[in-house]
């Protein structure tokens, strides 16, 4: 998987924002694989690119990387201080009673494993759990409530209020709400469904960012619509193969 320029959303002198598609890694030791730090140095012909913030390999989404230290300081605090707004849309298996337009915080306390790279929800009190909150809003189902048999799926709106590891997948599904495409934290049902229905990428996408330019000051917005297969009902995506040209 290659970088592509029409994943450029905007670049100055200061900073590069990107589209990361599904499956492309941000950093990674591994040889012979492809990330994105990488293939922004090879595009800038540029030995420095500063990581600003991650997204989990698998998702699709918003980054902004830095291309000076001085852009690179004002971002990273801007990330660090919560100061850098994510939005994210996520396709989930519903596996309990919503309806759309519900909103909800979820406040849970995560603990991280390491050696197996998962995190889970713990009591509060539990060594090292860290308070993690994030916000989500049900935008449209699909599906008919309460008719037995009836699988339903849900897009799904979602504010991050905190930062940890694998956040918005470990808590939606301990909702009850499983992102389909995610074998690592998946229920046995949304795993089933997401294989008979070909999806291959997690439905997760980091779609909005807002954040200020570490020089001008000025207020960023961006968007971008997902690509991957959990979001067809609800985007109505053509593969581009598909397209008529």
Same mark, same amino acid.
């Given at each position: 998987m290659e970088f592509i320029n029409e994943d450029i959303l905007y670049e100055d002198k200061d900073m590069i924002v990107c589209r990361k598609r599904a499956g492309m890694a941000v950093q990674t030791a *591994?040889? $012979?694989?492809?990330? %994105?730090?990488?293939?922004? #140095? /090879? =595009? &800038?012909?540029?030995?420095?690119?500063?990581?600003?913030? *991650? &997204?989990?390999?698998?998702?699709?989404?918003? &980054? !902004? +990387?830095? #291309?000076?230290?001085?852009?690179a300081s004002s971002l990273s605090r801007q990330s *660090?201080?919560? %100061? @850098?707004? #994510?939005? =994210?849309?996520?396709?989930?298996?519903?596996? #309990?009673?919503?309806?759309?337009?519900?909103?909800?915080?979820? !406040?849970?306390?995560?603990?991280r494993n390491g050696k197996d790279n998962i995190s889970r929800v713990e009591r509060a009190d539990k060594k090292d759990a860290k308070r993690a909150e994030l916000s989500y809003k049900i935008i449209n189902m699909t599906g008919t409530a309460g008719r037995e048999g009836e699988e339903r799926t849900a897009l799904v709106r979602v504010e991050l209020r905190t930062g940890r590891h694998h956040q918005i997948r470990v808590q939606l599904a301990h909702a009850g709400m499983p992102i389909l495409g995610d074998a690592k934290y998946g229920s046995e049902k949304s795993r089933d469904y997401s294989?008979?229905?070909?999806?291959? /990428?997690? $439905?997760?996408?980091?779609? $909005? @960012?807002? +954040?200020?330019?570490? !020089?001008? $000051?000025?207020? %960023?917005? +961006?968007?971008?619509?997902?690509?991957?297969?959990?979001?067809?009902?609800f985007f109505q995506l053509i593969p581009k193969e598909n397209r008529d040209v």
């Open positions: *591994r040889l $012979g694989e492809a990330d %994105m730090e990488t293939a922004l #140095k /090879n =595009y &800038l012909k540029a030995p420095y690119i500063a990581v600003i913030h *991650r &997204l989990d390999q698998p998702v699709e989404g918003i &980054l !902004v +990387f830095a #291309k000076t230290k001085n852009a *660090r201080e919560r %100061m @850098m707004n #994510k939005f =994210y849309y996520a396709v989930v298996a519903v596996e #309990k009673s919503v309806s759309v337009g519900e909103e909800c915080v979820l !406040v849970d306390y995560l603990c294989s008979r229905n070909y999806i291959k /990428n997690i $439905g997760l996408c980091a779609y $909005g @960012m807002e +954040f200020i330019h570490p !020089v001008t $000051g000025k207020g %960023m917005e +961006f968007q971008i619509s997902p690509s991957g297969e959990a979001f067809a009902p």
